[in-house]
């Protein structure tokens, strides 16, 4: 009798522990995610998460995990995995979001592959619309990999910054990153 109260009171803990940890995973906030999950996340409601560093007035290195306004397409709650990580060639510690990563042929050569192209929808989608915000289309730039990458590549480095009209006064402005659908894969 003792036996079977202890294995029921072992099945009702574990039950117990099973709902508390779908209850944490079922809800992602990006202020709650750690350094080591933060990057290439998306939180429950759809927005991106983005891993900044601070200072400490000691001097110290803080890491924090802060919810974006860029939406993702059509996903939400998500981690990357590290297949996908590893096979697009992204780095889970990168600060910030930027197209930057664009301009080096071995990145892009990971992206356009077909292990992280056709596999891996959040990453393609992050850098599709980062592509887009730069007025480069990505699957013509992938197209490009094989023989023309390196004028793909002169087209996102020249198309940073919006020249205004010689006579409208107005200072240049940074390119926005602009929504755009990702290709169906």
């Known amino acids: 009798m003792v036996a079977s ?3 029921f009171t072992l099945a009702i803990v574990a039950c117990a522990l099973v709902f508390c940890v779908q209850v944490t995973l079922g809800s992602i906030t990006c202020e709650n995610l750690n350094k080591d999950s ?13 891993l900044e560093k601070h200072l400490r007035r000691s001097g110290e290195e803080v890491y924090a995990c802060k919810t974006l306004e860029i ?24 600060l910030g979001i930027s197209s930057d990563s664009l301009l080096e042929c071995h990145f892009t050569q990971k992206l356009c592959s077909p292990q992280c192209y056709k596999h891996c929808p959040n990453i393609v989608d992050l850098y ?14 992938c197209e490009k990999q ?10 996102i480095k020249n198309s940073g910054i919006v020249a205004p009209a010689p006579e409208s006064g107005v ?12 290709p169906a894969s």
């Open 5 to 7: 109260f202890h294995s």
């Open 38 to 50: 933060c990057t290439f996340a998306i939180s429950s409601t759809g927005k991106r998460c983005v």
């Open 71 to 94: 939406e993702a397409d059509k996903l939400k709650n998500w981690i990357e995995t590290d297949q996908c990580i590893q096979a697009c060639g992204v780095d889970r510690n990168t």
């Open 128 to 141: 599709f619309n980062l592509a887009a915000g730069q007025g480069v289309y990505l699957p013509r730039l």
């Open 146 to 155: 094989g023989g023309n990458a390196r004028r793909g590549m002169a087209e």
């Open 171 to 182: 200072k240049p402005v940074n390119f926005m990153i602009t929504p755009a659908m990702a």
